[in-house]
């Protein structure tokens, strides 16, 4: 790959598509210099020519942890190219990252003074008044001066809804409307939530109203009206796409196992399995209902036939090597060993293999898999003496693979403090996360206290 990119930049110089592709490339590779090395190539080119491939560098040097270095990148973009809003949207997306919100703040108020009708700046701002309105009310801190503060975050929050209104494209005032209503519930302003859905309806495009009574199913099931929910999801499932169907299904599921009504719960599943088959999503609900009744036969027998449907799926592979734990670490690994045969690439299943290694504080389930994992066909896993760098490397696949998996990065906080103790050094792995930014994942979701949560603050937890 290295040498068909340095053929098409001998040829092509100053090619922004390649020059991107082989920055990418280097950075997989680990060779951060050769990156910069072909950085450097532009010092001769005019910024109108080069801002796109300027700004991947930025971006190489944010995930590099650079920060300082990254910041003044893109504080160049943004006084050289105004005009173009991802710029805006990627450098604040960097300070939030950093948890440096005044900043990304600025930022983004100085993108929609440039860029008034650019869209993803507007939920930017609304997302970062709220984090910093949920801060400060989280703080502990009871003074009549942090109390001011927090009315006025969320009088900020609010404003920001009418200029949004005011600015934005009529084809996006529904969604306006939608994510104020569920700041609003966040807030435990019910009332005034209530009040935004109503609005979202009003503005809302036909195709898209489905996406408002199931906002606002969730917010009344929050509220415990149940009843008021469930009519919201009957609309729902009326005006829903076929296509999205199985999503609202779900959602009607999970209702009647909230309100106690199991089997009604499971019924429901049933008939999503006919109407979206396709849908793996559906069969993965029905197993995990079981697990959560506690019903573990069941479950496993659900995740069998899921896997004779949806065998390619790895989520489906790792919730069966999870069930497989009731019959011991034996059965685990003959699943795990079959699953790598079937999704290799399943970042899910890698991390099962490193919980059932991290698991058994005296046995490694070993093999010595190499780096060339795809070959056929695998090698047997056998006991062997405890060896966390088996863990290690199973975790780094799984990282690889399937980066916004959560969970993986749960597993190698829990390998560095087996390793290392509580003063492990975690600084790395805590870039690898704020890269990835993972947004699933059962620990994942655990330790995640608040929805704006940011990736540090989810690791802290």
């Known amino acids: 790959c290295r040498s068909i990119l340095a053929m098409g930049l001998k040829y092509c110089p100053y090619n922004e598509s390649l020059m991107v592709k082989g920055i990418k490339h280097e950075e997989r590779m680990g060779n951060l210099a050769a990156a910069r090395s072909l950085l450097s190539r532009l010092r001769t080119q005019t910024i109108d020519k080069a801002w796109r491939t300027i700004m991947e560098g930025g971006l190489l040097e944010a995930r ?62 609304l997302r970062l008044y709220e984090k910093t309105a949920s801060t400060a009310v989280n703080n502990g801190d009871n003074s009549s001066e942090n109390l001011a503060n927090q009315q006025h975050l969320q009088q900020q929050t609010r404003l920001t809804v009418e200029r949004a209104k005011a600015a934005i494209s009529r084809e996006l005032t529904w969604k306006i409307y939608f994510e104020a ?25 036909e195709n898209l109203l489905w996406k408002v009574w199931l906002g606002g199913s969730r917010t009344e099931l929050n509220a415990d009206n149940i009843d008021i929910a469930r009519k919201l999801l009957g609309r729902s499932l009326q005006e829903v796409p076929a296509k999205m169907r199985a999503m609202v299904l779900l959602e009607c599921s999970r209702l009647e196992e909230y309100a106690g009504n199991i089997d009604k719960a499971r019924g429901i599943l049933e008939r999503a399995r006919h109407e979206t088959r396709h849908e793996w999503k559906v069969f993965l609900e029905t197993v995990l209902l079981e697990m959560r009744a506690n019903n573990i036969e069941a479950a496993i027998s659900e995740a069998k036939q899921a896997l004779k449907i949806h065998r390619g799926t790895g989520r489906l592979w790792a919730v069966r090597i999870q069930l497989k734990q009731t019959l011991g670490q034996k059965a685990q690994l003959k699943v795990f060993q079959r699953a790598l045969r079937e999704v290799p690439k399943s970042g899910e299943v890698w991390c099962e293999g490193a919980r059932i290694v991290l698991s058994n504080p005296t046995l490694l ?59 492990a050094d975690t600084s790395r792995l805590e870039q690898l996360c704020v890269n990835a930014d993972p947004n699933y994942g059962t620990m994942w979701l655990h330790s995640k206290c608040h929805p704006l949560d940011s990736t540090r603050q989810v690791l802290r937890n």
């Open 64 to 125: 590099a942890g650079n920060i300082q270095v990254a910041r003044k990148v893109f504080k160049y973009l943004i006084k050289n190219v105004p005009w173009y809003g991802p710029i805006y949207q990627e450098a604040y997306r960097f300070e939030e990252k950093c948890e440096e919100y005044e900043r990304a703040i600025a930022i983004v108020e100085k993108g929609l003074k440039e860029n008034p009708r650019y869209g993803p700046l507007w939920f930017s701002a």
């Open 181 to 205: 209503a569920q700041i609003e519930e966040r807030a435990g302003n019910l009332a005034l939530s209530r009040a935004a859905y109503v609005k979202s309806v009003e503005h809302c495009p």
């Open 365 to 423: 389930y070993q093999s010595s898999i190499p780096t060339t994992v795809f070959a056929s066909p695998l090698p047997i896993l056998q006991p062997l003496q405890l060896n966390l760098h088996e863990a290690r490397q199973f975790l780094d696949f799984a990282i690889q693979f399937t980066p916004q998996y959560g969970d993986s990065f749960i597993e190698y906080l829990r390998l560095e403090l087996m390793e290392n103790g509580p003063d």
